[in-house]
């Protein structure tokens, strides 16, 4: 099923986008690997996986589990924006109805009916956006205009750097990094849920930002601490109200 909110299809063009990122990742890893440039593109998804996703689209946006000023609010909305994930909306949409529905048959992307690797790369069961999960986020201006321009400000981002900095650089600065926030989300979605339930694997924080505390997330959604080792704490103590 497609994923239409506002009248904007986006599924088709999510994919388009992670397709763009895993051949030019590919080419460039072929034809110029270079293990301290690789270094840097972990340290970067990390860093902006953990940032964008996990503190801004999940903890802030998605479960409101914390407050902060408008500054940081634009902040975790634009590095969230250019991790390639989607919008906001969508994204959140999506997460919502997982808790609403975890590893049940109609869980969008429980590992124990949809099978792990279709999970880990995030070929789920339906795609398509209820909007009784997002009705709060619809009243929000900001999230509206970027999901309507989500595509168009990517595109653009994407052919300046090409511009600039070269495919070289691109990928090590933008496409790697994108692809690791796209596996380590299917992480948590998968392995984070073998066994049909939730569960915690601290060593996973090294590449989920955190996330991989996930029995502990879904036994308290509106806690914006996932566990005593979450790498995100010390950020968002410093940018909480």
């Known amino acids: 099923m497609e994923n239409t909110i506002l009248g904007i299809s986006t599924n088709a063009k999510i994919r388009g986008l992670l397709l763009f990122n895993h051949i030019l990742a590919g080419y460039i890893l072929y034809t110029a690997f270079s293990w301290n440039m690789l270094l840097v593109s972990y340290i970067l998804g990390f860093i902006l996986g953990g940032i964008g996703i996990s503190v801004g689209y999940h903890r802030y946006f998605c479960h409101r589990s914390f407050k902060t000023n408008k500054f940081f609010e634009y902040l975790l909305l634009s590095i969230g924006h250019y991790c390639g994930l989607g919008s906001a909306i969508t994204w959140a949409g999506i997460h919502r109805e997982h808790h609403d529905t975890s590893d049940t048959e109609k869980d969008p992307h429980s590992p124990k009916y949809n099978g792990i690797l279709r999970t880990l790369v995030h070929i789920w069961k339906r795609y398509d956006i209820k909007p009784k999960y997002v009705k709060d986020l619809l009243k929000i201006d900001k999230l509206k205009k970027q999901h309507r321009y989500y595509f168009i ?16 650089y691109t990928a090590y600065f933008y496409s790697i ?65």
Not at 153 to 167: A, D, E, K, N
Not at 195 to 219: F, V, W
């Open 153 to 168: 400000t990517l595109f653009i981002f994407v052919i300046l750097l090409l511009l600039l900095i070269g495919p070289m």
């Open 177 to 241: 990094p994108a692809v690791y926030v796209f596996y380590a989300t299917g992480v948590i979605n998968s392995i984070n849920h073998i066994g049909g339930k939730p569960n915690n694997i601290a060593m996973l924080n090294l590449i989920t930002s955190g996330e991989s505390y996930h029995k502990n997330h879904h036994e308290n959604t509106r806690s914006w601490k996932f566990g005593k080792y979450d790498p995100m704490i010390p950020f968002i103590q410093a940018i909480k109200k």
